[in-house]
């Protein structure tokens, strides 16, 4: 046997199997011989189809046999159901002795493009995709069974379901284990020459390399055509698209009986939203499409489905704006999904001069080699496969099965639960659903099975208890669906989907206010003093800014480092890609070398003493005002304001300010979106709730240091001793849900590129995360926001226009210090809603 080819298609009804064999017989001796070749088909050990043909075979050549046969009522094969039958081909001589016999695991489907679709057993499909390279970081391009296995595994784990095979064909074993365990596989021809360029330049328009192309293309379609995860076939990657790729085209069609559709991602003739593509690809594949383009398309009736081959470029702090993606996705049927870039960190295990292991990228491999820097570090996961917050997103946008609250009344809720899924009935997960104040669940409910078939929603209605509301208190609908048995590769009760909904069961807190002591104000050469038994608080009068915060035997602040301004984040990877660190430079200078202006302080009442600090931002012509409450029980109300710039044109990094406490102040406590860090456009799978931590763990470690950590919609967060002594930050007045916020013990420039204002070519330098070390405090930042980390990609698109925080309108946003004396997180929760605004 030479080769095979097997044909495993469905009827049009996508009922029946329909089975054609083709087998190549080489005869390498001088005469002819009789042959005779058979075909058996197994499910488990169940014969199901069977068929054998003899032929004569002439001396020294090749005749190809055509073996066929139709199957009742067969198993398709999906991505969500991945049944494969067990073929054995036989080939026998004239006497019946075996000659040769073998066997491979095959599936039926029926993959086509229908009315602009891309089809699978009749069903239009949704890609959730990565693109993916072959890499260890222990073997570098070389992966073991085991490795791959883990990679389906956490693919599988974290709703994806199909891969692109980026940039050239995988082992063989690979496409094996995605037939068996379910994934679509995009295989994709070794063929790439950008470097020439897209026009005549290219070689695609030079027929001395057609051969070296189609070669290339044929061998792929030959070698893999018989898997039935692989669905389509890409022709290669950004290597223009002359009279060349229009033989490739031909080639790979001529080469699969199967007819698999084919694309090509080079097919933009002009420009997209004129679409001009060219004809040789089945579909609309282009690069780094924006949420926007995602939507125009999907507005549009065409031909050929649209399916991003690269897309959201996960280049260390990024993926922001992936919900967006994902709600256009799921409103167009022509929308049908895409491949992010890319999978993993191509990071390899190298030990450091400190002895420590680290993953190595660029040119820490030695002087003067060839290096892209840090532009191989854009997977969705970390070289060794752990997650990165990203990762979470990913798994949430791709969620298939989605929540939606339509009404509730004090003693009902009325639910739809839709069906995203193409091939899987919701009676394959258990639901569960709860209500949750505080961090705590206060109502169970009983959720019915659900049995919703595939693209199909169900309602549900849910009664309940009506529950005795708390005043100042926040109520969150929590749904989840769990698998109800274990598959190869995800055990029972994995959770697939969840969501949270807040839900409009709140009552505003009556709270008399507190008796407090009086304060003393002492006014010092440079300094002013608010005081009494409890309570010491000091300002730095030439600086605008408070230099000691004591109550009782607590104090709080690391080295006189009070609350300040705070307008810039360490440069993300994006952001250096869209040019932040140039364009939005000024907004650092002016932080840097702000000036107080302005320093006075007036008596309220016996016990609260206003402070007011103006700064002064030169380099962007505004000012930054805070406004200090200063109360006798030791609380601080502070409020911020950011006035409009009269000459920056460029968005502001970020509106806050950051203060250091002391080391002890290890343990976080807060009440936000969590538990990994979340950012504006980012945050679709961190849920409000309580959550605790140390300070030293809100850092997540990218390769190349760089903005990390953040939290967003806090009410309120607590930093506190052991001892459970601490300070409390409690949201106020702000047009937001609540304030964003970082706590952890490193500055932002420990992983900004500069202390500086000249960043130099950053990417081809070598700094990784090990070398950034915790420091002696905590540093605090309580801000209005910050802007996107973007998604789109890391050479030139900035976060999406809603996700900027423009320079020509005034920012204002308060929040409450509050001194903690316990670890009894009940009363915080109290203390928190005294003070909390609504």
């Not at 011989?33 to 088909?41: L, N, Q």
């Not at 036989?90 to 229908?114: A, P």
């Not at 020459?193 to 293309?217: K, Q």
């Not at 380099?619 to 200063?630: C, F, G, K, P, S």
Request: with cysteine; proline share 4%.
């Amino acid at each position: 046997m030479a080769d095979y080819e097997v044909v495993t298609t469905l009827d049009k009804g996508c009922e029946n199997g329909e089975f054609s064999l083709f087998v190549d017989v080489q005869n390498h001796l001088a005469k002819s011989e009789r042959m005779e070749a058979e075909y058996t088909i197994l499910d488990g050990v169940k014969e199901l189809a069977k068929g054998s043909e003899r032929l004569i075979v002439a001396g020294n050549s090749k005749t190809t046999m055509h073996l066929s046969a139709n199957i009742p009522q067969v198993r398709p094969w999906s991505a969500e159901a991945p049944h494969l039958y067990t073929l054995l081909i036989t080939l026998r001589d004239k006497k019946g002795k075996v000659l040769e016999s073998t066997s491979s695991r095959i599936g039926f489907r029926r993959v086509e493009i229908v009315r602009g679709q891309l089809l699978v057993n009749g069903v239009p499909i949704t890609i959730k995709g990565v693109n993916i390279h072959e890499h260890s970081p222990q073997t570098g391009q070389y992966l073991t069974e085991e490795q791959m296995l883990e990679d389906i595994q956490r693919m599988k784990e974290y709703n994806i379901n199909a891969v692109r095979l980026s940039h050239y064909p995988f082992p063989e074993r690979w496409y094996e284990l995605c037939d068996e365990h379910g994934l679509y596989v995009l295989d994709e021809a070794n063929i790439e020459s950008h470097g020439f360029g897209y026009g005549a330049a290219s070689p695609s328009f030079n027929e001395n390399w057609e051969l070296a192309h189609v070669d290339r293309i044929e061998r792929m379609v030959k070698r893999s055509r018989n898997h039935a995860s692989v669905i389509f076939w890409s022709l290669g990657n950004e290597a223009g698209n002359g009279p060349i790729f229009y033989a490739g085209y031909h080639a790979a069609k001529a080469a699969d009986r199967t007819k698999r559709p084919v694309q090509y991602e080079r097919t933009e003739i002009g420009g997209r939203l004129a679409l001009e593509f060219d004809w040789n690809t089945d579909i609309i594949v282009p690069q780094y499409p924006d949420p926007y383009t995602f939507s125009w398309f999907g507005q549009q009736v065409l031909d050929r489905p649209f399916i991003a081959s690269e897309y959201a470029h996960a280049m260390g702090n990024s993926m922001g704006n992936f919900q967006d993606y994902w709600d256009e996705i799921n409103k167009y049927r022509q929308l049908q999904g895409g491949f992010i870039w890319d999978w993993v960190d191509q990071g390899l295990y190298k030990t450091n001069e400190a002895g420590q292991q680290i993953f190595a990228y660029g040119g820490n491999f030695g002087d003067n080699m060839p290096s892209d820097g840090n532009f191989l570090l854009n997977g969705i996961v970390f070289p060794d496969r752990s997650v990165k917050p990203a990762t979470h997103e990913v798994k949430k946008a791709h969620e298939s099965v989605r929540f939606k609250l339509l009404k509730t009344t004090r003693g009902s809720l009325r639910l739809l639960v839709e069906n995203l899924y193409d091939f899987t009935t919701l009676e394959a997960f258990d639901f569960k659903g709860y209500v949750k104040a505080d961090g705590q669940v206060v109502l169970t409910l009983d959720l019915p099975s659900l049995k919703a078939q595939p693209h199909v929603g169900q309602i549900v209605e849910v009664d309940f208890t009506p529950l005795q509301l708390l005043p100042g208190t926040e109520y969150f609908l929590h749904l989840e669906a769990t698998t109800r048995a274990a598959s190869s590769m995800l055990k029972a009760g994995h959770m697939v989907a969840h969501e949270q909904i807040k839900l409009n069961w709140q009552s505003a807190p009556e709270y008399a206010s507190p008796q407090v002591a009086d304060l003393n104000v002492k006014v010092g050469e440079g300094t002013l003093t608010l005081s009494n038994a409890q309570v010491r608080v000091v300002f730095d009068t030439a600086k605008g800014q408070m230099v000691t915060y004591q109550v009782g035997q607590t104090d709080y602040l690391h080295a006189g480092n009070g609350p300040q301004p705070d307008l810039w984040r360490a440069v993300t990877d994006n952001d250096f890609g869209n040019g932040m660190h140039v364009n939005s430079i000024d907004w650092k200078k002016a932080m840097h070398q702000a000036t107080c202006d302005l320093f006075e302080h007036q008596r309220i009442s016996k016990d609260v003493v206003e402070v007011r600090a103006n700064y002064h931002l030169k380099e962007t012509a505004n000012a930054y005002t805070i406004t200090y409450m200063v109360y006798g029980d030791g609380r601080i109300g502070v409020m911020n304001h950011l006035s409009a710039s009269a000459a920056e044109t460029a968005d502001i990094p970020r509106v806050g300010m950051n203060f250091l406490l002391k080391k002890e102040f290890q343990n976080l406590t807060w009440f936000g979106r969590g538990p990994w860090e979340n950012y504006m456009d980012r945050k679709a799978s961190s849920f409000i709730d309580l959550y605790q931590g140390k300070v030293i763990d809100q850092m997540v470690p990218y390769i190349r240091p760089q903005e990390n950590g953040n939290k967003t919609d806090v009410r309120w967060a607590v930093l506190s001793n052991d001892q459970g002594k601490g300070l409390m930050v409690v949201n106020r007045q702000s047009d937001r849900e609540g304030f964003e916020m970082t706590a952890m013990p490193y500055l932002t420039a420990d992983f900004d590129a500069r202390e500086g204002y000249d960043y130099g070519p950053v990417h081809l330098e070598q700094k990784n995360m090990a070398d950034v070390q915790p420091r002696d405090f905590v540093r605090w930042n309580i801000d209005y926001g910050q802007r996107g980390v973007a998604g789109v990609n890391s050479w030139g698109a900035g976060p999406l226009n809603k996700n900027l925080l423009k320079p020509d309108r005034d920012y204002r946003y308060g929040f409450m210090l509050v001194p903690v004396q316990t670890n009894d997180i009940g009363q915080w929760i109290d203390l928190a809603k005294r003070y909390l605004y609504f």
